[in-house]
């Protein structure tokens, strides 16, 4: 190995040691830039333009009535897609204030499927064929027609006629919408 004189002392020319420093800085700066660079890719750091062709709908929270109340309207409408999300989402709702699966945004219809089976075994299998439903129409772009808001109306009530009142750890104001679900 080559006796290297890491001090700076010795025969070395100014205009050398400059060009050392010069290439160890642009080495450091390269770097930083590509950290910077990968870490901006792999947080999602995605623009979104007005040109993406995104469609967002927000929903302020509704009860379960609210929910059944807006199938309704969508079958009336013809809205057979709008009516089977409309029936999951009051069963979701339902069963939320039932303290039987969480009221996590976010979480799809198998996870609140395993939820419901850990504490209604045999509602989970309905729920699940619901949900099941209401993915292929809602994200699956299946095309939906009457037979499918009938079959998701039915699957709300058998669900709900399934599930128990009331979890452990629920309050007494979760039963008020059970009174017109009987078992």
């Known amino acids: 190995l080559p006796d290297v004189d890491l001090d700076g002392g ?3 020319s100014p205009a050398v040691r400059a060009l050392s420093w010069l290439l160890v800085a642009v080495l450091l700066i390269g770097t930083v830039g590509v950290v910077v660079r990968v870490l901006a890719h792999t947080r999602g750091g995605r623009t979104i333009t007005e040109e993406a062709d995104a469609e967002v709908e927000v929903v302020p929270l509704r009860s379960s009535r609210e929910w059944e109340d807006e199938a309704a309207r969508c079958r009336a409408a013809g809205d057979h ?4 999300r409309a029936w999951f989402r009051a069963t979701t709702t339902a069963l939320e204030d039932r303290g039987l699966i969480p009221a996590t945004p976010g979480r799809t219809a198998r996870e609140l499927e395993r939820d419901l089976g850990g504490r209604a075994t045999d509602a989970a299998p309905l729920f699940g064929e619901l949900g099941g439903l209401f993915e292929a129409v809602w994200y699956g772009g299946r095309d939906a027609g009457p037979d499918d808001g ?3 109306a039915e699957l709300f009530g058998r669900t709900l006629a399934a599930a128990p009142r ?3 750890g629920s309050t007494p104001n979760d039963a008020a919408d059970d009174d017109r679900h009987p078992t």
């Open 81 to 84: 897609r709008g009516e089977v």
């Open 166 to 168: 009331r979890s452990r």
């Open 10 to 12: 010795g025969d070395t």
């Open 150 to 152: 009938a079959r998701a």
